[in-house]
């Protein structure tokens, strides 16, 4: 035998043999890494996790996540007698009184009570259809800049009988500048407005975290023994959001021109909770 020959051989079948490992372990590996958990997986597993923190998803959970960028605005300052022309365009005569931000008229009150913010109260009030609450925005100012808050669609929300519309940026909603409507027997009782002026896009748009990624992180933010009950998801909604001072103290500090933020807002029966949709950072009710 020629063992030069036979050793020869050898060498050449174990360098074929680990070339054919080789390739089989790189071609796990490239399959390994371009594994992606499956979206009804990704569901699951978000379900799952809720479960554990005490929610019950009940809502359609968004599965597109568009960049955005943040939102520059003033809150509006318009005179009170534009404010009271539109309010009360059938009034008999009206006052205004600068020192208490407030306009009187033979219809109704209207009172500044935030950099941005009034409200009005009827007492001859207008007629408005229930089949198009939209007819009451005729008495808001600008009431063509907001849209029905679809987020309260949902009977089992808290305060669902309070018809709320919100404004709108690059057809994202801002869900802290409302116009919450009190109608009762087809008639306005009255209502709540904040508005902005001069809203622009702030920056260049960056990535969102996905809506699943924002349920996540809710549920790991908030404890469950927090929990009185099973808290169902009831609405999941991507826009923008900026806390409104809560105090005629905190209204001194702060700047005329604001940012708003895009977040996930996450509605269940009993809280709102506000996701941030770049950082994930969980705002939780106070």
Known sequence: MNWEMAK???????????????????????????????????????????????????????AQHPDMPFVRATYATPSLQLLGNTAFPSARNSNDDDGARMVQSTDGTLQVTNPGAWKVRYTVCPKVSDADLSTALHYVWHGDSYIRDTGFASGDIANSNRPLFIMQFDSFPFFDVPVTLDVKDHQLLGYTQIYLTNVTASGDKKPTISALDALNNLASTVDKSTQRQDNRILSIQLGYYHKIPGSSTETEHVSTTSYWFPVWRVMTAREIFYVNAFTGEVETPS
């Open 8 to 62: 020869t051989w050898l060498i050449v079948s174990f360098f074929i043999l680990d070339l054919i490992l080789g390739v089989q372990v790189y071609q796990s590996h490239r399959e390994l890494m371009g594994y992606v958990e499956s979206y009804p997986d990704q569901l699951a597993n978000t379900k799952t996790l809720l479960a554990e923190h005490g929610f019950s998803l009940s809502a359609t959970v968004p």
